[in-house]
């Protein structure tokens, strides 16, 4: 792992083990203090990295961390303000459109042709998955949730089919990064599904920002790396500050 990577690394999971703490020990102060800087170190690694050069990707990705950081906020409170759960899963409805936009673009931007055939059947277990688990959960939402929460199934479907759709339109790496991330990302919205509509199990908390922060970093970490393999014309360089 390069340097500059490796230093944001452990800046970021050293933020992640202070927020478990805070959880662990209901520091809600430290968790309150914590929880929004994790979007906002991700914005500034991509910032730094690309020194401020945003193509219609980096764009796409910077929505989708800036629409999280908002998501974020509105969720950490909204057992005080109801209407926030809505205002929170809107705006991560949204950054999921936005990182599935700059997703289709780097797949557009491919010298490679776009395989039909494959591209279904990598969509077939997303569509398989979440239709399933939209059945699991769709006894205990609200009737005034239901068609958002199905909505939003919908949006982080087409987030991982999308994202995973870049393979042979991408450098492996970038791929792997990005892939790996989405899959997290919607398994910790799945985790939040059932906390919120089939039952509160003991540290949802915990296992649901383990796989959101990892999803996004590795969303982030996917992206800036296929940027600059893109202005590079290489296809696997360092990350450099």
């Known amino acids: 792992m390069f340097r500059e990577l490796k230093n944001f690394t452990i800046v970021y999971y050293l933020l992640v083990l202070v927020f478990m703490l805070s959880v ?5 102060a430290l968790h309150y203090l914590v929880k929004p800087m994790f979007m906002l170190a991700l914005i500034g690694f991509q910032y730094v990295q690309l020194k401020g050069n945003y193509s219609f990707f980096s764009k ?13 906020i509105a969720l950490m409170i909204d057992e005080k303000f109801p209407i926030l759960f809505i205002v929170g899963l809107g705006a991560f409805l ?24 494959k591209s279904l059947l990598i969509a077939l277990p997303f569509v398989a998955f979440t239709a399933a688990f939209f059945s699991y959960v769709q006894s205990g939402l609200p009737a005034d949730l239901y068609v958002p929460v199905l909505a939003y199934t919908i949006v982080i479907t087409i987030m991982g089919i999308t994202a995973t759709a870049r393979h042979y339109h991408t450098d492996k790496k970038s791929f792997k990064w990005i892939a ?14 059932i ?10 908390a915990i296992v649901n920002m383990i796989l959101y922060l990892g999803g996004q970093y590795m969303i982030t970490v996917g992206a800036v790396y ?3 393999n893109i202005n590079s014309g290489s296809t696997d360089l360092p990350l450099s500050a």
């Open 60 to 72: 796409m990705v910077l929505i989708g961390l800036i629409l999280s950081w908002v998501g974020d």
């Open 24 to 28: 662990f020990m209901e520091l809600q």
């Open 180 to 193: 790996i991330g989405a899959i997290l990302f919607i398994l910790s919205d799945c985790v939040i599904a």
């Open 94 to 117: 949204i950054a999921h459109l936005g990182y599935s936009a700059g997703f289709v673009q780097s797949i557009k931007a491919s010298k490679s042709p776009l395989k039909w055939v």
């Open 195 to 204: 906390n919120k509509f089939v039952y509160d199990f003991e540290y949802d």
């Open 226 to 228: 296929y940027v600059k």
